[in-house]
């Protein structure tokens, strides 16, 4: 795993884990508006592009990421953020470690597995990964993820470098992942955040994780689809990074 980091190291540190088939660029604006009052570490996921390991499992990131706060932090940060695969290996951090951080922010995780979807990755991205470097039907997968225009260059770049196989690996952990007993336990003040316009598996998610962690709140947000607020509208995702740790 790479890791790129922003700010003065003397500052708190928040930690922001982008999602699946994304990179560090998921929080680009944030990294502008956070990195003056925090030292912000963007890790690049195993299997990414930019990344120096294959993807193995959201555990084997999540045992990563903690290796890396206790080398380099004394074992403790002030925030942690995810989206999607990122919420997924964050909760699989908070269940194994629950005094981690004191916040933190889960976007769009999925904890319930989709069995007929983990099934199907595997054959459609042996039939469709050939067009991932065509710039066409990158424009339509780019379209239909409702990422901001600005970051089509950033997307295409890099997912033109993630291999098929671990494509196919981060996309079945993702649609696999069980959320873990364990994660009753973490001490972090949280907030899960699910758009109003994502599927329902995402909503039944989100309010499992908010019944499962004691100190969280749930807010649904308004006309969001996935990934939106960190993505698009990264002035509301830092208001409430900034709320939270106040």
């Known amino acids: 795993m790479e890791y790129k980091e922003y700010g003065s190291k003397n500052n708190d540190i928040v ?3 982008h999602g ?3 990179s560090w660029w998921n929080y680009i604006d944030e990294i502008s508006l956070l990195e003056n009052e925090f030292h912000i570490v963007t890790p690049i996921l195993d299997g990414h592009s930019g990344s120096d390991t294959n ?12 290796n890396f706060i206790n080398k380099n932090y004394n074992g403790k940060v002030k925030l942690i953020g995810g989206l999607s695969l990122g919420g997924q290996i964050l909760l699989e951090i908070l269940s194994e470690n629950p005094n981690i951080c004191e916040c933190a922010i ?12 983990y ?5 459609i991205f042996n039939l469709s990964y050939c067009l991932i470097s065509k710039k066409w ?13 600005s970051l089509f260059a950033l997307y295409y ?13 981060f996309m079945k952990s993702n649609s696999n992942y069980e959320v873990k007993n364990t994660l009753s336990h973490t001490k972090a003040k949280t907030l899960v955040l699910v758009g109003s316009k994502e599927r329902p598996i995402m909503k039944k998610s989100a309010t499992k994780i908010v019944h499962l962690i004691p100190n969280s709140e749930l807010e649904v947000l308004q006309g969001y689809y996935h990934g939106d607020i960190s993505i698009n509208h990264a002035d509301d995702y830092v ?6 740790v106040r």
Not at 137 to 149: D, T, Y
């Open 137 to 149: 039907f990158s424009k339509l997968q780019f379209k239909s993820l409702k990422l901001k225009k």
């Open 239 to 244: 208001e409430r990074v900034k709320r939270l």
């Open 157 to 169: 770049e890099d997912t033109c470098k993630i291999t098929k196989d671990n494509l196919i690996a």
């Open 15 to 17: 930690i922001l884990l």
């Open 55 to 66: 993807f193995t499992s959201i555990e084997s990131n999540a045992l990563e990421i903690i």
């Open 106 to 117: 889960i976007e769009s995780a999925l904890v319930m597995p989709m069995d007929f979807t």
């Open 119 to 123: 099934k199907m990755i595997e054959p």
């Open 20 to 22: 699946g088939g994304l």
